[in-house]
């Protein structure tokens, strides 16, 4: 049995490519941290460490919350965290301030710190999923009342807001709630909230237990999808430029190598360049020659008017210019296609909407289909902007 969490099943989600390669191959991702993801730690141990001096009746004072951010930051900061937005003229320094503006914010909203009896700070076990799976609990804050409110806190330094809808939908702390239901059995209900730190305000949302089994047999339902899953494609998306896997993923493998090359020369004589700029410029001909075509058509089409004639004759070469008639279907086509039915000549012209047909196949909408067809591997090639020329 193997034990899950958010996360693990959110990179599967994001990046079934990214999952092989942490959660099945066992790589080490190749940089240690993001930038954002260290702020996040550093704000999440000052808060645990503020927590718990008040907890020890310590004396708590946002000087002393800033001092301890400031040593933890110096302490473990390292030049191999990526910057992403290096490119945007951020720096560490410009991280290192956001962090101690969100815990000023929220020691100023927070005190005295007594919103509720606290329970546990990055509190750490494990549940049993119905499939025998195990699933990784761990909250930031958890605390109650003495009303039976619970609370499952969590620490978001995200530079986006959570919206209400978002909140109802998210299913970290919806799992976590089902663990401390079947842990506090006094818990008349449990309040999920996530401190959005960057934004000075709360999210919150609960659960009935209805939403949770439902969102309990999801996740079983997921975990089969992984385990069962035979390939892992890649999903280039935004969050690329935080993966650390960049060097092994097929999809950055030749950029990453490409990096590595120093000289102008060296880089325009690389095999893969060399293919890719013939192909772009190629379809770039292409479409100057189809547009060229197109005019050539209408210049031709007035020509042969012109003259009242339907040839026109060139050095090696002639040009027929028929007129002909050609049907155009309206833009509804309900009504058409009705009659046709009705009068018994669909079947005759109809023919398979072969794009959507495929899809369905794919995505195994059809599968009682699914055996009439054949099922072959294939290449599709297409040609965009690299982002890192600065171009787009
Ligand atoms: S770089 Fe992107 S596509 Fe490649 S493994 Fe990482 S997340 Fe997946």
Redesign the pocket.
């Known amino acids: 049995m193997t034990t899950y969490s958010h996360s693990r099943v959110s990179i599967y989600d ?2 079934p ?2 999952y092989k ?1 942490r959660y099945i191959d066992k790589k080490k991702p190749e940089i240690s941290t993001t930038i954002e993801a260290f702020m996040g730690d550093m704000v999440h141990q000052s808060l645990e460490d503020l927590y718990k001096r008040k907890k020890f009746q310590q004396r708590i004072a946002k000087a002393s919350l800033i001092k301890f951010f400031r040593n933890l930051w110096a302490k473990n900061y390292s030049s191999d965290i990526l910057i992403v937005k290096e490119d945007q003229g951020l720096t560490e320094n410009n991280y290192r301030k956001m962090g101690e503006k969100f815990l000023l914010d929220y020691f100023e909203r927070m005190k005295p710190f007594e919103e509720f009896t606290i329970l546990g700070l990055e509190t750490q076990d494990r549940m049993t999923l119905p499939d025998g799976n195990q699933w990784h609990v761990r909250i930031d804050k958890l605390g109650c009342d003495n009303d039976g409110n619970y609370f499952v806190c969590d620490y978001k330094t995200n530079a986006r807001m959570k919206d209400q809808e978002e909140a109802d939908q998210d299913r970290q702390l919806a799992m976590y709630s089902i663990w401390v239901k079947d842990k506090f059995k006094d818990a008349k209900s449990v309040k999920l909230v996530w401190h959005m730190l960057a934004f000075d305000k709360d999210a919150i949302s609960e659960r009935t237990d209805e939403q949770l089994e439902k969102l309990q047999n999801e996740i079983v339902e997921k975990i089969k999808e992984i385990e069962n899953a035979k390939e892992f494609p ?3 998306t935004a ?2 430029n935080y ?1 650390g ?2 060097s092994e ?1 097929p ?2 493998k030749h950029q990453a190598e490409l990096e590595k090359i120093e000289s102008v020369e060296e880089f325009k004589e690389d095999e893969g360049v060399k293919l890719v700029d013939e192909f772009a410029e190629t379809k770039k001909n292409l479409s100057e020659l189809n547009k060229k075509e197109d005019e050539l058509k209408e210049k031709l089409i007035v020509y042969a008017k012109q003259f009242g004639i339907d040839i026109v004759y060139g050095s090696n070469m002639k040009t027929s210019v028929k007129e002909i008639e050609k049907v155009v279907l309206p833009e509804d086509k309900k009504e058409l296609i009705n009659f046709l039915k009705e009068n018994g000549m669909w079947d005759e012209i109809s023919m398979i909407n072969f794009m959507g047909f495929q899809s369905r196949i794919l995505k195994g909408q059809l599968d009682e289909v699914k055996d009439k067809v054949e099922i072959v591997k294939d290449f599709r090639l297409s040609l965009s902007k690299r982002k890192d020329t600065g171009d787009e």
């Open positions: 994001n990046c490519y990214q390669l890649t999903n280039v969050l690329c993966c896997f960049k993923c999809s950055f």
